[in-house]
């Protein structure tokens, strides 16, 4: 059975960095796309971040390009999502959620929840002055 175990949230003043970090057990996450999802209060579930079983593709949503590094330690079976230049729209609860590469692109997984089908509790990231 998958479990997904996310760490690293917290508060953060605008222009603060976080580095969020999921860790796996009961599967070898090298065989599976992960990636990063968030859901601030009262909007739906979006797809922020995701990364090939490689590591060699990667998408970003538009809203965080330039701003956040996802990366995948498939040795330590984790992923890690850095948060530079945060902004009060980044607050929300981010989960990390892994699934085999069954979709044709990284970024159609990414953009459709519900293509993954393991997923983490959740931490809380509120970026607030």
């Known amino acids: 059975q998958v479990q997904l175990v996310e760490s690293g949230g917290g508060l953060v003043q605008p222009g603060g960095s976080l580095r969020l970090s999921c860790a796996a057990s009961?599967?070898?996450?090298?065989?599976?796309?992960i990636g990063w999802f968030r859901q601030a209060p009262g909007k739906e579930l979006e797809g922020v971040s995701c990364?090939?079983?490689?590591?060699?593709?990667?998408y970003y949503a538009d809203a965080v390009k330039g701003r956040f590094t996802i990366s995948r330690d498939n040795a330590k079976n984790t992923l890690d999502l850095q948060m530079n230049s945060l902004k009060p729209e980044d607050t929300a609860v981010y989960y990390c959620?892994?699934?085999?590469?069954?979709?044709?692109?990284?970024?159609?997984?990414?953009?459709?929840?519900?293509?993954?089908?393991?997923w983490g509790q959740g931490t809380q990231v509120t970026v607030s002055s």
């Open positions: 959620a892994a699934e085999p590469p069954r979709w044709s692109t990284v970024r159609a997984m990414c953009v459709t929840q519900a293509a993954f089908g393991s």
């Open positions: 009961g599967v070898t996450l090298v065989y599976y796309v």
């Open positions: 990364i090939s079983s490689s590591g060699g593709t990667t």
